[in-house]
Nanobody, 118 residues
Framework: QVQVVESGGGLVQPGGSLRLSCVAS???????ISWYRQALGKERELAAS???????NYGSFAEGRFAAIRDDARNMAFLQMKNLRVEDTAVYYC?????????????WGQGTQVTVSS
């Protein structure tokens, strides 16, 4: 059974930094690990996605401020966020995607709250 657990959220002042962690377990490998966020009253949006081949894709708001890495040896992924803005306030979710032949399954964590406020 795949499990995904995020941590590292909290309260930070505008301009500050925060690092989120994700532990994904229960599968031999993950085709893709992604970070999404969902602000109150808004749709969930992609922050960054990392494929097993090392390619990374960022959402437009994350470009230049967020850095995503994955450590497959420890089944972990990280989202380093800097220069945070009030509008970055959201629940951040880790998604671990498994792929076997034509079947793709998404596994979500419970989310971690990031609040940017002075």
């Amino acid at each position: 059974q795949v499990q995904v657990v995020e941590s590292g959220g909290g309260l930070v002042q505008p301009g500050g930094s925060l690092r989120l962690s994700c532990v994904a377990s229960g599968a031999p490998t993950f085709y893709e690990i992604s970070w999404y966020r969902q602000a109150l009253g808004k749709e969930r949006e992609l922050a960054a996605s990392l494929r097993a081949d090392g390619s990374v894709n960022y959402g437009s708001f994350a470009e230049g401020r967020f850095a995503a890495i994955r450590d497959d040896a420890r089944n972990m992924a990280f989202l380093q966020m800097k220069n945070l803005r009030v509008e970055d306030t959201a629940v951040y979710y880790c998604n671990a995607r498994t792929k076997y032949q034509w079947q793709i399954d998404d596994h979500w964590g419970q989310g971690t709250q990031v609040t940017v406020s002075s």
